[in-house]
């Protein structure tokens, strides 16, 4: 006999659902995702991506945890601008760790790369000075544990740095960027990668994705003293979360 799932356990189900599905997703397109990176944001995530560094370094972190690293473009882009930082990267798809440790020998940069999940990281309370998140906490299946457990590991006067695609805004630029979003991307993904259903995936998860407002609200309840900024009009967005 079978017993209904209700409430919290419904809940739970649905959240492992969807880690499952992201997982199996990012495995099936490692080999060829910083490529897809380059192609689909025309080299401009690299900008995204300094702007994003500049604020996680800015208090000179001695431990440095990068959460959702995939294939650690972000934990090697921090290494490169802070050599003295212990930079770890975490992330639960080992095919893009794989990869991101192929790419720190050739860079000869030293990182630690690390299989963990970023709802329940693998890390004692107060381990990091610095807690970075690069295009990754979209696929949270829920996000207020994963602020938790930043904040967790995060020592007192740490920083939590989040850059990520919000939903595109209304007005004309909004229109372009969820038609493209929408209907091009897919297609380009899809060719390049060979998945289809991981560029439909995307925009989907964008669009689902809470406003910047919305996701400063969510870090200012998990205790943050939070402020974001909007980059390239609003294709992404940088949030900064202080721990008091």
Known sequence: MTIPLVGDQQSQTDQQRKADDVQAMFASIAHRYDLLNRVLSLGVDKGWRRAAAQEALLLKPSDLLDVATGTADFALELKRHSPGTQVTGSDFVPQMLDIGRVKARAQHLNIQLEEGDALNLPYPDASFDTVTCAFGFRNFSDYARGLAEFWRVLRPGGRCV?????????GLFGSVFRFYFQHILPRIGGLVSGNAGAYTYLPES????????RLAGLMVAT???????LLSFGIA????????
């Open 162 to 170: 989040i850059l990520e695609f919000p939903p595109p805004a209304p």
């Open 206 to 213: 964008v669009l689902a994705f809470p406003a910047p407002d």
């Open 223 to 229: 205790g943050f003293r939070t402020r974001y900024r």
């Open 237 to 244: 967005a940088v949030h900064v979360g202080d721990k008091l």
